[in-house]
């Protein structure tokens, strides 16, 4: 392939699917963070939680044969983190910033640990058939946008679904505004009788379990096997997300799309030997997020994230 | 001690303990004896000069970044990116060590500490101002730098820096008067401990003897009532995110220049992320510091031969680190309650 | 006429204050009860009773006739009591109507029944003449606006029986006067109004019966036709209270003003002018008073003169010469100290040594330190010294401030002020909070100073205080001086009215 062919739509539509695809644990991994700080914590340890799910996932599909177990599996790992996560954080009011680290620290430790544990005497390595990529059947079909956003694999249809379903529940539900309201002034939600802390913990638990799912992706959707560096900092990626989308799930969705496709673009190009410097698009996403930061005022953080909540 | 400060000293002990309890259930768990296991540890981590001067080698870079951190910490700054400091600071090595020639040592070696301090210090600067001049949260800011600089990094280290004897992604050799020289015979533990123990002298005495280090904490402790008192605020920050970038590209310059003597991708591992934990667990005391990150260092090293020998996996370092984490930061709720209580009585 | 709610017997202990003594008070139906009383006179802790947020230790509540429990404002609310706070629990990025339902939203199902909120606020709005843009986002509304978004809430909950903290602390003159009407439109359906104040002119231009607080105690409640405002004024502050003159209150030949502000204006945490056009002059040798209640000003003019805020207009000079506000290392290099208020937020580190805290503002100076090298000797040797002058009772130099009592951490904050040798001294409610001996101890300090030629602004709530240290008194109301006088045979009464905004234009 040489230049002009980058220029065709086929190839256009080739890298925005690619995009797509490879935004999806980003995109759920986000959209979780966002109830959690939207709630106003801030949960650091998303990293370890995907890396660790998607190992519980790997281990149950493997050991069962099925792919949905394992992405149960994953979840549930996830909701689990996430309430213990909850537990050091709002009940116990330890230090959010250390604590996700901790959680980072542990969760690869437990993910390395078990996977040696339970598959290192397997000769071969263990895999799974990933979840196939297929076309959704009246959506799939639309021209340009069809084969983009809907010939995907189940994981990333559902982050499809999980977008505006998120953005649904905050924008019009009375558990999102609760939530809104926990995070921006705990004290005025108590004194109207909104149980704070309650909302925190559901929060992060939903956090976790996106995360979950979100970890799920790397060994059951993308790989098909499970791999230590499989996350490799996509749950950091995830956390600028977040910021960058101004705790908005659409805004973080377009960043998530805009990150999934600098990367599809950079592996592309490296492929046609590029001019510019792969780590440089690599580096526009961080770059723009440290950006939307200074110039961001108009939708500042979440007033009260990562300050516990103590009735005066 | 006040009963403070034994607590500070008791409670990760305890921790520790009960880390290791949970990790000998594990070890268990994988069918193997954790008394023969822990010995492995201990004798791989001390039993002889080698590992000795391994778990020293180890140390160096965690007790540097460690400090970095710590110092930030102190502040009530959350910089988390010493692993991006480490990279600028590696960078900042490689300049010297690359491109200006021959240089005999008591001019390669300064120079390239100030260069890799320089340009972490730099690096964590520019995180400091963003923070002061547009309150941009730390810890974002500092998080998506890591990624910028080691974007940079690899860019650097794969092309135009690459060396050109190979096709693999690192410098060439540094030149000889810039490499950091090995100290115990033997073993590849290099004079960069000594600049780790120097960083940990000069930065308790930075901490207790100066005044910065007395606004430092002050601010730290009470923001409002450092402004109140008349404290630049606005000017510690910027100085602090300095210092501690600084200390953080230290620990970049010796592994590169100590230890590696080039610059390859990735070699630092998560030590930025793990000086976090380091820098919590000395309760961001330069001593408390240096004692962790040594502990961190026989863990890593100990591990590595827990493995080889007894067939425990290494990743069980990772473990007891987060457990002993974990441990330390929910006792610090028992430990505010005590104190609510005492100061009730007294006012 | 029933009565709608009563407080019978309400006694509330804290440590060292008896803060409500065996308090009674009863709210007719469809009438504005004032309570009226200066700090500390314990209207704030029988209102949190009320609403739920404390338990009161003796003690009753009745709503019409029926004793109940209220042990949350979930609670209250239940009970038909609402309170509008004087710092508004507003969510600022949320909108006036999410604010109002927030915690009783209408649903259908998990969705928020946005239309039928916007409805419902829409017709309280107008019912009770409380203008409000359901869909603005709260941090754009006005303070005036914003309160009306609070009543509403409350109006939501379908309080029969509101409470209103100062409510007018925050307004404008204009707002308050709408804030007024406001007032008439909800009585006259029905609803019953506790309103708390220390102004007097408020009080008796809404008000049905007034009841006075003070120092815990009910001293009286009067019919508002049959009240006077300087009788008021006396019950408020009391008469004939031995007034233990501790020092002497020479007229003497002042000399040149040490520092001075000439019509100085100050814009508040509110975006309104917390001073305006104050002008004072402090003298060597001299304690100004500033009497007033907490929240006329006072604390935005401790900070202008510690150089913790700018001025807004108006100009501030020390020895004649203008000096640019808002600099606190100038004003301390000019020799202003300052003690403030909030003493664990502001005027120490709790969880750092009395050492630490002993050098706060004078660390960067010789002998503690030099070339920013800090000499731990004179650190300590002064500190040990400091505690064995003023006798602060501590089990050593090396604990955290925090263990300290009140008293003590007082005395640790006014001696690292005083041995700067300050000039002028801006001592905030130097007593609040402390037990008998060191109250003592705290005044007799102050005398001290005032011999020794440091000008002393005293700003308190306690009017005794006022009236046994200081050489001249000014009153503080809505950010102007209200009155001026010498400390010489001036009566409570009129200092009182003074606080009370009665002697205002």
Redesign the interface.
């Known amino acids: 392939m040489g230049w002009p062919a980058i220029l065709s739509l086929t190839f256009l539509m080739q890298v925005l699917a690619a995009g797509v695809s490879l935004a999806t644990p980003l995109v759920l991994t986000a959209l979780g963070e966002i109830f959690a700080e939207r709630s106003g914590v801030m949960n650091l340890g998303v990293e370890g939680i995907m890396l660790l799910s998607g190992f519980v996932g790997f281990s149950a599909a493997v050991l069962t044969g099925s792919l949905w177990l394992g992405v149960m599996a994953s979840v549930l790992c996830g909701a689990l983190m996430g309430t213990l996560f909850a537990l050091m954080v709002v009940t116990l009011q330890a230090d959010q910033i250390v604590t996700g680290l901790a959680f980072l620290i542990l969760s690869n430790g437990v993910a390395i640990y078990l996977y040696r544990i339970l598959f290192g005497s397997y000769k071969v390595l263990p895999q799974v058939q990933p979840f196939r990529q297929f076309s959704l059947p009246v959506l799939g079909s639309i021209p340009v946008l069809g084969p983009i956003f809907f010939q995907q694999n189940i994981l990333t249809l559902v982050m499809l679904m999980l977008v505006p379903l998120c953005a649904l529940v905050l924008a019009v539900t009375r558990f999102g505004l609760r939530v809104t309201a926990v995070g921006e002034h705990p004290a005025a939600a108590d004194t109207v009788g909104v149980r704070v802390l309650q909302v925190r913990y559901l929060c992060v638990v939903i956090g976790g379990a996106l995360a979950g799912l979100g970890g799920a992706y790397f060994s059951l959707a993308e790989l098909g096997f499970y791999s230590n560096s499989m996350v490799g900092g996509r749950g950091f990626i995830a956390l600028a997300l977040v910021v960058f989308g101004q705790w908005n799930p659409l805004l973080a969705f377009a960043g998530g799309l805009l990150f999934g496709v600098i990367n599809a673009v950079q592996i592309r190009i490296q492929m046609l030997g590029s001019p510019i410097p792969a780590q440089f698009l690599i580096m526009m996403p961080y770059l723009l997020t440290i950006l939307v930061m200074l110039v961001g005022r108009a939708r500042q953080a979440p007033n009260a994230l990562t300050v516990p909540y103590k009735r005066e | 001690m006040?009963s403070?400060r034994l607590s500070s000293v008791l409670i990760p002990m305890l921790a520790i303990l009960c880390a290791f309890a949970a990790g000998a259930l594990?070890i268990a768990?994988?069918g193997k004896s954790p008394v023969v296991a822990y010995e492995a540890l201990i004798r791989s981590a001390f039993g002889n000069r080698n590992n000795w001067g391994e778990t020293l080698v180890k140390t160096t870079p965690l007790l540097l970044a460690g400090l970095g951190t710590a110092l930030a910490f102190r502040a009530r700054i959350?910089n988390?990116g010493a692993e991006g400091q480490i990279q600028m600071g590696a960078l900042g090595a490689a300049f010297v060590g690359l491109f200006l020639g021959n240089l005999p040592a008591f001019v390669g070696i300064p120079l390239i500490l100030v260069a890799g301090f320089a340009m972490g210090g730099l690096w964590g600067g520019i995180a400091g101002l963003?923070k002061k001049q547009?309150r941009?949260?730390e810890?974002?800011?500092t998080?998506?730098?890591n990624?910028?600089a080691l974007?940079?990094t690899?860019?650097l280290v794969?092309?135009p820096w690459r060396d050109p004897a190979s096709t693999e992604p690192y410098t060439a050799r540094f030149s000889p008067g810039t490499i950091l020289p090995v100290v115990l015979p033997g073993t590849r533990l290099h004079a960069g401990i000594f600049v780790a123990l120097l960083a940990v002298a000069a930065a308790w005495w930075l901490v207790?003897?100066?005044?910065?280090?007395?606004?430092s904490?002050?601010v730290g402790?009470?923001e409002?009532?450092?402004?109140?008192?008349?404290m630049?605020t606005g000017l510690l920050i910027v100085l602090t995110m300095f210092l501690s970038g600084g200390l953080a590209g230290l620990a970049g310059v010796v592994e590169v220049a100590g230890l590696q003597h080039r610059v390859l991708q990735n070699f630092s591992a998560d030590y930025g992320?793990?000086a976090?934990?380091i820098a919590?667990l000395g309760r961001v005391e330069p001593l408390g510091v240096a004692v962790a990150a040594f502990l961190f260092a026989a863990l890593v090293i100990g591990s590595n031969g827990m493995q080889d020998l007894v067939g425990v996996?290494?990743?069980?370092?990772?473990?007891?680190?987060?457990?002993v984490?974990?441990l330390v930061?929910?006792s610090?709720?028992f430990r505010?309650q005590r104190?609510l209580e005492?100061?009730?009585e007294?006012? | 006429m029933t009565a709608v709610l009563e407080l019978v017997n309400i006694t509330k202990h804290f440590p060292g204050v008896l803060a409500n003594d065996h308090i009674n008070i009863d709210l007719q139906e469809g009438e504005v009860l004032a309570l009226l009383g200066e700090n500390g006179a314990g209207k704030t802790t029988l209102m949190n009773i009320l609403y739920g947020l404390l338990r009161p230790d003796e003690g009753e509540i009745r709503v019409r006739g029926q004793r109940c429990r209220i042990d949350s404002p979930s609670d209250a609310i239940a009970q038909g009591i609402g309170m509008v706070h004087q710092h508004f629990m507003l969510v600022p990025t949320l909108t006036a109507a999410e604010n109002i339902v927030l915690g009783q939203e209408p649903v259908w199902g998990p969705f928020l029944k946005r239309g039928e909120a916007t409805q419902r606020i829409q017709r309280l709005s107008e019912d009770y003449r409380l203008n409000v843009n359901p869909g603005a986002r709260v941090w754009q509304l006005s303070v005036g606006e914003q309160q009306r978004v609070e009543i509403l809430k409350v109006l939501y909950r379908g309080a029969e029986i509101l409470v209103l903290d100062e409510p007018t602390a925050s307004l404008t003159p204009q707002e308050a006067s709408h804030f007024f009407d406001i007032l008439r439109s909800m009585v006259q359906r029905g609803k019953s109004i506790i309103f708390i104040s220390h102004k007097l002119e408020e009080v008796m231009a809404i008000s049905n019966r007034i009841t006075v607080l003070r120092r815990g105690k009910v001293i009286g409640t009067v019919d508002r036709r049959d009240a006077s405002e300087a009788e008021l004024a006396c019950m408020m502050v009391g008469r004939d209270v031995v007034l233990r003159v501790s020092g002497e209150h020479r007229a003497h030949v002042r000399k040149e003003a040490v520092a001075s502000l000439r019509n100085a204006s100050v814009v508040g945490s509110y975006g309104t002018y917390a001073l305006r056009g104050v002008s004072l002059d402090l003298y060597p040798g001299e304690i100004l008073g500033v009497a007033g209640v907490d929240g006329n000003g006072q604390t935005e003019l401790a900070e202008v003169l510690a150089g913790l805020r700018p001025l807004a207009e108006g100009e501030m000079c020390v020895d004649g010469r203008r000096v640019p506000a808002g600099d606190a290392r100038q004003q301390m290099e000019l020799g202003v100290f300052y003690v403030p208020a909030e003493r664990k937020k502001r005027g120490a580190v709790m969880n750092l040594p009395l050492h630490v805290n002993a050098i706060l503002k004078s660390h960067h100076a010789p002998p503690y330190s030099r070339k920013g090298i800090l000499n731990h000797r004179a650190i300590r040797a002064f500190t040990e010294e400091q505690t064995r002058h003023y006798d602060i009772r501590c089990a050593s130099i090396d604990v955290a401030a925090g263990t300290l009592s009140g008293g003590n951490l007082q005395k640790l904050i006014l001696a690292r002020e005083i041995s700067s040798g300050p000039r002028i001294l801006v001592a905030e409610q130097p007593t609040r909070g402390l037990d008998v001996g060191a109250i003592e101890y705290v005044r007799r300090l102050l005398l001290e100073q005032r011999e020794k030629g440091t000008a002393i602004l005293l700003i308190s709530a306690d009017l005794d205080e006022i009236l046994a240290l200081s050489d001249r008194i000014i009153v503080l109301y809505a950010g102007k001086v209200a009155y001026e006088c010498e400390n010489k045979g001036v009566s409570r009464e009129t200092l009182g009215l003074a606080m009370g905004g009665a002697l205002c234009a």
């Not at chain 2, 996996?313 to 457990?323: Q, W």
């Open positions: 006040t403070s594990l768990l994988a959350f988390i963003l547009f941009a949260n810890i974002i800011v998080l998506m730098m990624y910028v974007a940079i690899s860019y794969g092309g207790h003897h100066t005044v910065y280090g007395y606004q904490t002050v402790a009470n409002e009532a450092a402004r109140y008192s008349g630049n992320y793990t976090i934990a919590m996996p290494v990743s069980i370092v990772f473990i007891l680190e987060g457990l984490l974990l930061l929910a610090g709720y505010r104190r005492r100061e009730g007294g006012c």
